[in-house]
């Protein structure tokens, strides 16, 4: 997904992972949409494009996760929360998986054709 917004439009990406920016005047009060500027505009327009290739990329199950979001970088959010976890979770699951590994032996009862097999036999979704 990362490189297929990114060649879409690398300020896309940008969006994405900082959000749009909040248009503010000098005093920190809220522009009215007549007082935008053209770069404002055009940060909108980005995440705008942003959010439209989430919602044409998502299957109807994964839209109504995201449908309630305002901003590219909330979807983004939720879904890396979703599908990916952080990174804490992510190096929790790899050290899962290396100790499982570590302990993976072949009993002495066991053949070379029974235990290969078993050796691709590991379930990915019991660490999701």
Not at 10 to 27: F, Q
Not at 40 to 69: T, W
Not at 81 to 97: A, F, P, W
């Amino acid at each position: 997904m990362t490189i297929f917004i990114q060649a879409l439009n690398y300020n896309l990406w940008d969006i994405i992972m900082d959000g749009p920016t909040t248009i503010v005047d000098c005093k920190g009060v809220p522009k009215l949409k007549n007082e935008y500027t053209i770069f404002d505009k055009k940060n909108l327009q980005f995440n705008a494009r942003a959010m439209h290739v989430f919602y044409c990329a998502l299957g109807p199950n994964e839209f109504n996760r995201i449908r309630s979001c305002l901003s590219a970088k909330e979807i983004w959010d939720k879904l890396e929360s979703t599908h990916e976890g952080t990174n804490e979770v992510k190096y929790s699951r790899i050290d899962m998986l290396t100790h499982e590994y570590e302990l993976f032996e072949m009993r002495h009862y066991e053949s070379i054709g029974f235990f290969n097999p078993k050796s691709f036999d590991f379930d990915d979704n019991k660490f999701y």
